[in-house]
């Protein structure tokens, strides 16, 4: 399948994005919003910096505190190294100057100049529920700055805490499916475009979310719905030219937690252009 490289989601089940004029109206979006987060960190006595190779023995600890040890096997000195040298890596802080949590961008020197993310890890102990979401704002903005275009990403198909964030709370798509990758199968590949507009209109709207699908059936060409462990499922969706676009939580509509997938070319006829 084609990466997408700009996207907007279909209106009907997202956020009005009129909730960030005041973002949009300030002149300068990227510092305005970078502000925000920093002002709602600062409320709860956390602080933002960014990593220096000083921290790298400290954010090995939080990531062998936060992975399993097979999740963490990946990730060594020489990798933070070059995250943090060579792309960024983000720290939030206690007042006691305690590490809770980190995020990494790697950079690519590519034609969308990539901004690639991993490494998120926040420490269970931490009473900040927003956390997650405020890193991985802050990183886009960064990359932002940087003149990256897109930020990309793998996500394990059950890692539903960080889907949940990324895909409804922040706009990313799975934009394609791994069922056997070796090291940390099955696995999406997502992306979001970085422009302030698809920053603020890709937001899933789970209420409208809800209103489309009663509206319609799953056996339409609308929209599908699998199961997140249905590999068989998935992997028939990125093949019938489908991409994810949201989430459903067990229990809402079904047992198990849902992936929501829409066709390609219904996401591609708003795109502004697209990447090969």
Same mark, same amino acid.
């Given at each position: 399948?084609?990466?997408?490289?700009?996207?907007?989601?279909?209106?009907?089940?997202?956020?009005? *994005?009129?909730?960030?004029?005041?973002?949009?109206?300030?002149?300068?979006?990227?510092?305005?919003?970078?502000?925000?987060?920093?002002?709602?960190?600062?409320?709860?006595?956390?602080?933002?910096?960014?990593?220096?190779?000083?921290?790298?023995?400290?954010?090995?600890?939080?990531?062998?505190?936060?992975?399993?040890? /097979?999740?963490?096997?990946?990730?060594? *000195?020489?990798?933070?190294?070059?995250?943090?040298?060579?792309?960024?890596?983000?720290?939030?802080?206690?007042?006691?100057?305690?590490?809770?949590?980190?995020?990494?961008?790697?950079?690519?020197?590519?034609?969308?100049?990539?901004?690639?993310?991993?490494?998120? $890890?926040?420490?269970?102990?931490?009473?900040?529920?927003?956390?997650?979401?405020?890193?991985? /704002?802050?990183?886009?903005?960064? $990359?932002? /700055?940087?003149?990256?275009?897109?930020?990309?990403?793998?996500?394990?198909?059950?890692?539903?805490?960080?889907?949940?964030?990324?895909?409804?709370?922040?706009?990313?798509?799975?934009?394609?499916?791994y069922p056997d990758l070796k090291w940390v199968s099955p696995s999406f590949t997502i992306s979001l475009p970085l422009t302030p507009e698809s920053f603020i209109k890709n937001r899933v709207d789970m209420k409208k979310l809800l209103e489309y699908i009663a509206k319609s059936s799953s056996g339409s060409k609308c929209f599908k719905l699998i199961e997140w462990d249905d590999q068989a499922g998935l992997t028939k969706l990125f093949?019938?030219?489908?991409?994810?676009? $949201?989430?459903?939580?067990?229990?809402?509509?079904?047992?198990?937690?849902?992936?929501?997938?829409? *066709?390609?070319?219904?996401?591609?006829?708003?795109?502004?252009?697209?990447?090969?």
């Amino acid at each position: 399948m084609k990466q997408i490289l700009y996207y907007q989601k279909p209106e009907e089940i997202c956020q009005d *994005p009129n909730i960030f004029s005041e973002l949009i109206s300030s002149g300068n979006f990227i510092r305005t919003y970078k502000h925000t987060i920093e002002e709602k960190l600062g409320s709860r006595n956390l602080s933002l910096r960014l990593a220096s190779v000083d921290d790298i023995f400290t954010i090995q600890e939080l990531i062998n505190k936060c992975y399993s040890k /097979e999740a963490a096997r990946d990730s060594n *000195p020489y990798d933070f190294y070059r995250f943090i040298s060579y792309g960024h890596g983000l720290l939030v802080e206690d007042c006691s100057r305690k590490l809770i949590g980190c995020l990494f961008e790697e950079a690519y020197d590519s034609s969308d100049r990539t901004s690639y993310t991993l490494r998120l $890890a926040i420490d269970h102990e931490t009473t900040c529920k927003e956390l997650g979401t405020l890193l991985l /704002e802050y990183s886009c903005l960064l $990359a932002m /700055e940087r003149g990256s275009k897109v930020k990309r990403g793998l996500l394990l198909s059950n890692n539903f805490i960080s889907t949940h964030i990324l895909i409804n709370k922040l706009g990313w798509i799975c934009d394609n499916y791994y069922p056997d990758l070796k090291w940390v199968s099955p696995s999406f590949t997502i992306s979001l475009p970085l422009t302030p507009e698809s920053f603020i209109k890709n937001r899933v709207d789970m209420k409208k979310l809800l209103e489309y699908i009663a509206k319609s059936s799953s056996g339409s060409k609308c929209f599908k719905l699998i199961e997140w462990d249905d590999q068989a499922g998935l992997t028939k969706l990125f093949e019938d030219g489908y991409v994810i676009l $949201a989430f459903i939580k067990e229990g809402i509509i079904s047992q198990k937690h849902l992936y929501v997938g829409f *066709p390609a070319d219904k996401i591609k006829a708003l795109s502004v252009k697209e990447h090969i």
